[in-house]
C-alpha cells in the first residue's frame, strides 16, 4: 500500500467512526509503524486541512467536524499511476496552447501537485520527459477562447466580430455555438451562423471580439453535425462533392498506409507496394496543400479536375523557380 492509498484510508476509517480511533487500531489497519501513522496524520492536516484532533480523555484521535458537517477528502482520489496521467494531460494541454486555461487549471494542478508530494513523486519529471513541437500554430486569446467555451458549454448565442482571411473583412454575426475542433494545432469553433442562416466553421484566433447574450443557442443533434462538418476532408465543411484517387509511391506507402486520413477512406494496398488511397472532400484548397507536400511520391488519379489543380500548381512552382526569374 502507498502513501496515497493509506492517507485515503486514514480518511475512511476516521470518516466512518464517531468515537476517537487509537494509534494502535490505526497501525493495524494501515499496516504501518507508529512513526508512520505519525506522519500520515501530519499530511492529513497539512495538506489537505482535515479537522484532526487528538482526544486526550479517550486516547484516540477523530475529526472535529461541526455539527451537520462531514469533512471529505478535496477533489478526486487517484493512484500514482493516475496521478501521472492526469498531470501529463495537463502539460500536453499547456505546450500545445499555452496559457489557454491556466486560470481554470490552477487551482486543480495546484491540489495534484500537494497530493504528488504525499507521495514523493516528482512533477517536474513530467515537464523534461515529454516534448511537443508546435508547427503552423496560431496564437488565440485566452479570453476569447474562454468566452466561446463558456458560451459553449452554458448554450448560449455569441456576438462575435470576426475577420476572415480569405476576404480580408471583418463582420459582425450572431451565432448559436455547437462544438469546439482542435484541428492541426488550431482552436475552431462549429456553429449556426445566424446572419448566414447555416452551419459554419469559425477559426478561435480570428475571432476579434465576443460577448454571451442571454438567448439560448439553437441546438442540433450530433449526427447532423458531423453529417455538415466531418464528412468531407479537413477543415473544409459541407456534403463531399467529390472523390478523390491519390496512388502513393511504395517509398511513401510505408508511412501513408498507417496514416487515417479521413474516417470514411478506402485504401488499398496494390501488389507492387504502391498505396490507393480514395477520400471524400467538398473543398479542393486543403486537400491539394496536402498532395503537393508529398512531391513526386503521390499522383492524382481521380477526379480530372483534381488532377489539372494538382498539375496547376506544381507548373507555376517550376516557373517560379525557373532560370531568370531567381530574385535578390
Known amino acids: 500500500m502507498d502513501r496515497l492509498q493509506r492517507i485515503y484510508k486514514l480518511h475512511q476509517i476516521l470518516a466512518s467512526r464517531r468515537s476517537p480511533v487509537s494509534r494502535q487500531m490505526l497501525e493495524e489497519r494501515l499496516e504501518c509503524s507508529p512513526a508512520t501513522v505519525k506522519r500520515l496524520i501530519e499530511e492529513l492536516r497539512l495538506y489537505f486541512n482535515a479537522p484532526l484532533k487528538y482526544d486526550r480523555e479517550h486516547n484516540g484521535y477523530l475529526y472535529d467536524s461541526q455539527e451537520g458537517e462531514v469533512f471529505e477528502l478535496p477533489g ?30 490552477k487551482p486543480i494542478k495546484n491540489r495534484l501537485e500537494k497530493i504528488l508530494a504525499t507521495a514523493q513523486l516528482n512533477k517536474n519529471e513530467i515537464a523534461k520527459r515529454i516534448r511537443i513541437l508546435r508547427m503552423t500554430a496560431r496564437n488565440t486569446a485566452s479570453e476569447h477562447f474562454q468566452s466561446v467555451a463558456s458560451a459553449l458549454l452554458q448554450r448560449k448565442r455569441l456576438h462575435i466580430h470576426y475577420h476572415s482571411r480569405s476576404d480580408d473583412q471583418t463582420t459582425q454575426r450572431q451565432i448559436s455555438p455547437q462544438r469546439l475542433t482542435h484541428y492541426r494545432d488550431n482552436w475552431y469553433l462549429d456553429a449556426y451562423c445566424h446572419k448566414r442562416n447555416a452551419l459554419r466553421s469559425f477559426a478561435v484566433d480570428r475571432i476579434c471580439a465576443c460577448r454571451s447574450l ?27 462533392k467529390e472523390t478523390a484517387v491519390l496512388l502513393f509511391s511504395p517509398e511513401r506507402a510505408r ?10 477512406q478506402q485504401v488499398k494496398l496494390l501488389p507492387d507496394g504502391s498505396y490507393e488511397l480514395r477520400i471524400p472532400y467538398a473543398d479542393s484548397k486543403e486537400l491539394v496543400m496536402d498532395i503537393l507536400k508529398y512531391g513526386n511520391g503521390v499522383e492524382v488519379l481521380e477526379p480530372a479536375e483534381l488532377r489539372q489543380e494538382v498539375i496547376n500548381q506544381l507548373q507555376a512552382a517550376i516557373e517560379k523557380y525557373s532560370e531568370g526569374n531567381v530574385r535578390f
Open 214 to 240: 442571454d438567448q439560448s443557442a439553437l441546438e442540433f443533434d450530433e449526427a447532423e453535425l458531423d453529417a455538415y462538418f466531418a464528412s468531407s476532408y479537413g477543415i473544409f465543411a459541407g456534403q463531399p
Open 255 to 264: 508511412w501513408v498506409a498507417d496514416e487515417q486520413w479521413h474516417p470514411q
Open 76 to 105: 478526486l482520489w487517484f493512484n500514482a499511476n493516475e496521478l501521472y496521467a492526469l498531470l501529463t494531460v495537463q502539460q500536453l494541454l499547456e505546450q500545445t496552447q499555452p496559457g489557454l486555461l491556466d486560470d481554470h487549471f
